[in-house]
């Protein structure tokens, strides 16, 4: 079987799996006690989290680890939402983001909180002035994704943390940067954004491992009460094991980031070349995306009917992003940028990672040609 479902999770690295095994077996200490088991596991956390803060060129105390990306952004909206016990206020962020913002935004609506929910253009990318249109002087916090996980479309984060601190600097930014890093350029520095979550299992690192990057000074409601770990932002015993394998990732995809984009990009324009070739199926990435996804319609088909059409070919695709593919609705990303709910339901998502090689790119091509001539007799046009 050939694996194509990167953006939902990645297998770790063998450099990770056997630094975490390590850790569980000899390093098995609660970084909170006194004794050398405890300072022993201390040592390990605070060691990841100086090389993770050189790595994305930040200080070491603005960094929190957390149980993955999905409580990094909940972290991050309700953390910034509720500060000073509020209940009320306004928060800008897109129609196409992961169910982690976009349902924590509703539930936050629940509760007395006024969200504006930003549509992008047909191509998948949200404007900047449409996120200016949107500002109040009561906007608490933007929060936008770097890439989006169905379509791989780019947004412009920068561009809108830059002019957002411009003209409010006290509205906060935050950037799910989850599909991003590791594929395209990510300097913290230079955005100027006040929050940003990452997840290790995308990066080749363990899944249930995260971590929010806070910019000093930001304040945030904290949503784990307990006992005080991560300098008050995150009670809870560390994950050291998760903490040790995620660091490792982020180390490798940093070094690895430029070799492989260079081969994604060359991966993915010739897939996209090939879906274009063949007769049914529609192209449906923008012109600016990440190059580890590529999406594409076969109107008149189901998307589940693709995805098993595949699977007998040999090839592991997704229908919509993992945590929306067993829902029944069209993807909600798909319907936003204006793609009818029929197309919508016939998406296929491929994603690409470190580990393909031009066999499997070829063995791919084959498998969606195969596909169609086979599904052709039971297209509905
Ligand atoms: N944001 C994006 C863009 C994602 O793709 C994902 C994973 N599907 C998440 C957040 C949630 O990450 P996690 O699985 O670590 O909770």
């Not at 770790?12 to 609660?30: L, Q």
């Not at 230079?190 to 000074?217: F, V």
Request: charged share 20%.
């Amino acid at each position: 079987m050939k694996y194509f479902d990167y953006a939902a999770t990645t297998p770790p690295y063998p450099e990770v799996i056997r630094s975490m095994a390590e850790i569980m077996e000899k390093h098995f200490g609660n970084p909170s006690s006194l004794h050398q088991y405890g300072e022993e596991a201390d040592r390990l956390v605070r060691h990841a989290k100086e090389v993770t803060a050189q790595l994305l060129g930040v200080k070491p105390n603005e960094i929190i680890w957390t149980s993955g990306a999905t409580e990094s952004n909940n972290f991050a909206l309700k953390g910034a939402a509720m500060r000073g016990g509020r209940t009320q206020g306004h928060i800008i962020t897109t129609s196409i983001e992961h169910p982690s913002v976009y349902e924590c935004c509703r539930q936050l609506e629940q509760i007395g909180f006024e969200i504006s929910y930003i549509d992008p253009a047909p191509d998948g990318i949200v404007l900047l002035e449409d996120i200016q249109n949107a500002l109040r002087a009561d906007t608490i916090i933007v929060s936008m994704m770097h890439v989006n996980n169905e379509t791989g479309a780019v947004q412009p984060v920068q561009q809108v943390s830059e002019w957002l601190k411009k003209v409010q600097p006290r509205t906060l930014m935050h950037v799910d940067g989850v599909q991003g890093f590791g594929k395209l350029p990510v300097v913290l520095a230079k955005w100027n954004i006040d929050l940003y979550s990452l997840s290790a299992h995308k990066i080749r690192g363990p899944k249930g491992t995260g971590l929010l990057y806070i910019k000093q000074g930001t304040e945030l409601f904290p949503l784990l009460a307990g006992g005080g770990q991560e300098n008050g932002y995150r009670s809870g015993t560390e994950n050291v094991a998760g903490i040790v394998g995620m660091t490792k990732a982020l180390r490798l995809a940093a070094t690895e980031q430029y070799t492989l984009a260079e081969r994604l990009t060359a991966f993915s324009q010739l897939l996209k070349t090939e879906i274009q070739a063949i007769d049914g199926l529609v192209l449906t990435n923008p012109a600016i995306a990440s190059p580890h996804i590529i999406h594409f319609c076969y109107p008149g088909m189901k998307s589940e009917v693709i995805l098993h059409s595949l699977e007998q070919q040999g090839c592991i695709v997704s229908t919509q992003s993992a945590c929306s593919s067993r829902k029944a609705e069209p993807s909600r990303v798909l319907v936003a940028m204006g793609i009818t709910r029929e197309h919508a339901a016939s998406g296929i998502r491929i994603s690409l990672g470190d580990q393909h090689t031009n066999q499997d790119i070829e063995h791919l091509i084959t498998a969606l040609r195969q596909t169609v001539t086979q599904l052709r007799p039971l297209e509905r046009r």
